[in-house]
């Protein structure tokens, strides 16, 4: 069995992880009006945290992106409904096939390493917040430091001359 690239089909809609109804169709290997039907008959089982239909404007905004056929043009002829994690697996349930329940592991993995990856980054600028607040008092310290050994780091001034021969400190002349 092939292993899709589920990650490129993975979308960010309304601030969420979500893949559209045509895409997880494929994955699920069932045509998108089958799949669509299925999840029409078993609307109950999906709340509206695991689905959605997006929005005239939000779908005009994906066919400007990709290649998704417009509305009336022998493609879609109606909204496309948006998947969230759960809603996928969910899914996979209604759709009881064994292609869909081994599609579903993969889904879901890929929805956990995309939220892995976000942790990780905010960790990072979490991380970068905090080494940027304490570069800002360090910053005062080394300052501090640094003037205090400017005067070291200044070449000697030139060492007083040594005088030749005899003299004597009382000697007004060679003072």
Same mark, same amino acid.
Request: charged residues 25%.
């Given at each position: 069995? *092939?292993?899709?690239?589920?990650?490129?089909?993975?979308?960010?809609?309304?601030?969420?992880?979500?893949? *559209?109804?045509?895409?997880?169709?494929?994955?699920?290997?069932?045509?998108?009006?089958?799949?669509?039907?299925?999840?029409?008959?078993?609307?109950?089982?999906?709340?509206?945290?695991?689905?959605?239909?997006?929005?005239?404007?939000?779908?005009?905004?994906?066919?400007?992106?990709?290649?998704?056929?417009?509305?009336?043009?022998?493609?879609?002829?109606? *909204?496309?409904?948006?998947?969230?994690?759960?809603?996928?697996?969910?899914?996979?349930?209604?759709?009881?096939?064994?292609?869909?329940?081994?599609?579903?592991?993969?889904?879901?993995?890929?929805?956990?390493?995309?939220?892995?990856?976000?942790?990780?980054?905010?960790?990072?600028?979490?991380?970068?917040?905090?080494?940027?607040?304490?570069?800002?008092?360090?910053?005062?310290? *080394?300052?501090?430091?640094?003037?205090?050994?400017?005067?070291?780091?200044?070449?000697?001034?030139?060492?007083?001359?040594?005088?030749?021969?005899?003299?004597?400190?009382?000697?007004?002349?060679?003072?």
């Amino acid at each position: 069995m *092939l292993r899709p690239d589920i990650h490129s089909i993975i979308r960010t809609i309304r601030g969420l992880k979500v893949i *559209l109804d045509s895409d997880l169709a494929a994955v699920y290997g069932v045509p998108t009006f089958r799949f669509n039907e299925a999840v029409r008959r078993n609307i109950g089982k999906f709340p509206s945290d695991f689905l959605f239909q997006l929005t005239k404007e939000e779908f005009q905004g994906l066919t400007s992106q990709s290649a998704i056929s417009k509305i009336g043009r022998g493609g879609r002829r109606s *909204l496309p409904w948006a998947f969230t994690e759960h809603g996928a697996l969910q899914a996979a349930n209604i759709l009881n096939s064994p292609r869909a329940s081994a599609m579903s592991i993969y889904v879901i993995r890929a929805f956990i390493k995309m939220r892995d990856e976000l942790a990780a980054n905010s960790t990072l600028e979490k991380r970068l917040a905090v080494i940027e607040k304490t570069l800002v008092s360090h910053d005062v310290a *080394l300052r501090d430091v640094i003037q205090k050994m400017r005067p070291l780091l200044l070449p000697p001034a030139d060492p007083p001359k040594r005088r030749i021969g005899f003299h004597t400190e009382d000697d007004p002349t060679t003072q």
